[in-house]
Antibody, heavy 118, light 106 residues
Framework: QVQLRESGPGLVKPSETLSLTCTVS????????WHWIRQSPGKGLEWIGY???????SYNPSLNSRVTISIDTSKNQFSLKVASVTAADTATYYC????????????WGLGTLVTVSS | DIQMTQSPSTLSASVGDRVTISCRAS??????LAWYQQKPGKSPKLLIY???RLQSGVPSRFSGSGSGTEFTLTITSLQPDDFATYYC????????FGQGTKVDTK
């Protein structure tokens, strides 16, 4: 059974860059799509973007200019960077797996709370 | 982008009740619709995908129906473990979620 676990700082200052890593265990990263999703009281669940194991990416247009997702299959990890954060980026961040387009998110990480505050 | 609207926002029910939650898409998502259950402090759990397909291991009291823009999640006999928040999600175009329906105790 695949397991995903998010890691990274829980506190980020405004205007800085939020950086998180998702470590995948129990399965290969090949052939899957690896996603980031966040949840805040104000905006609910919001899809951020994904990366394919080959390295191709797709981002939510509302966040596109600030988001970068990368992958390191040798470490079974993929990462998220959100630049120029504000209080509106305070949320619980989840990593999740999807088999391909046309499939839902079938495995999620536990989530990690990131607070943007000085 | 496609907007997802759930109703009601909160639903009060008792063990044994039949529960129905609705989800409407702002444009057709065909059958690319999933339902998730989330409990406090936990990540969402996939219940239903492709509008009506039951995820492996999910009890058969959960069912989904609909296509296009109108969808329904039904719990035929509510159990104590089912008190939670439920979300619909379209995956026809990127991915967007409904705002959630909290099922609490009457």
């Amino acid at each position: 059974q695949v397991q995903l676990r998010e890691s990274g700082p829980g506190l980020v200052k405004p205007s800085e860059t939020l950086s998180l890593t998702c470590t995948v265990s129990g399965d290969s990263m090949s052939t899957y799509h690896w996603h980031w999703i966040r949840q805040s009281p104000g905006k609910g669940l919001e899809w951020i973007g994904y990366i394919y194991y080959s390295g191709s990416t797709s981002y939510n247009p509302s966040l596109n200019s600030r988001v970068t997702i990368s992958i390191d299959t040798s470490k079974n990890q993929f990462s998220l960077k959100v630049a120029s954060v504000t209080a509106a980026d305070t949320a619980t961040y989840y990593c999740a797996r999807r088999v391909s387009t046309g499939w839902p998110f079938d495995n999620w990480g536990l989530g990690t709370l990131v607070t943007v505050s000085s | 982008d496609i907007q997802m609207t759930q109703s009601p926002s909160t639903l009060s029910a008792s063990v044994g009740d039949r529960v129905t939650i609705s989800c409407r898409a702002s444009q057709s998502v065909r059958s690319w619709l999933a339902w998730y259950q989330q409990k406090p402090g936990k990540s969402p759990k996939l219940l239903i995908y492709e509008a009506s397909r039951l995820q492996s291991g999910v009890p058969s009291r959960f069912s989904g129906s609909g296509s296009g823009t109108e969808f329904t999640l039904t719990i035929t006999s509510l159990q104590p473990d089912d008190f939670a928040t439920y979300y619909c999600q379209q995956y026809n175009d990127y991915a967007t979620f409904g705002q959630g329906t909290k099922v609490d105790t009457k």
